[in-house]
């Protein structure tokens, strides 16, 4: 499966971004999705997870009850949706894919990052 995130952008704090994450190749639908992030200097780190039915998903604590992650398989598209952004969310975005695993740190798909910016 190939992937593509895009949705990025400069946003002032407590404002929202939407990324999304299109994918092609393989059935989408059989796929677990994740994002990531990486901040200049810092490893990159967990975000979210949605598991192929979008029966589960999984938070990092530092986003809980500010994003949510979806996904419309119709669509062969994932969305991480991003409110009350702080300055500490400024990172470039990673979306992924698994075929087996629901919350890997090492999934096997990766599309390229989309670089969220939040100023204070």
């Known amino acids: 499966v190939q992937l593509q995130a895009s949705g990025g952008g400069l946003v002032q704090a407590g404002g929202s971004l939407r990324l999304s994450c299109a994918a092609s190749g393989r059935a989408f639908s059989n796929y677990d999705i994740q994002w990531f992030r990486q901040a200049p200097g810092k490893e990159r780190e967990f975000v979210a997870a949605?598991?192929?039915?979008?029966?589960?998903?999984d938070y990092a604590d530092s986003v809980k009850g500010r994003f949510t992650i979806s996904r419309g398989n119709t669509k062969n598209t994932a969305y991480l949706q991003m409110n009350s952004l702080k300055p500490e969310d400024t990172a470039v975005y990673y979306c992924?894919?698994?075929?087996?695993?629901?919350?890997?740190?090492?999934?096997?798909?990766w599309g390229q990052g989309t670089q969220v910016t939040v100023s204070s």
């Open positions: 992924a894919a698994d075929l087996y695993r629901f919350k890997p740190m090492d999934p096997a798909y």
């Open positions: 949605i598991s192929r039915s979008s029966s589960n998903t």
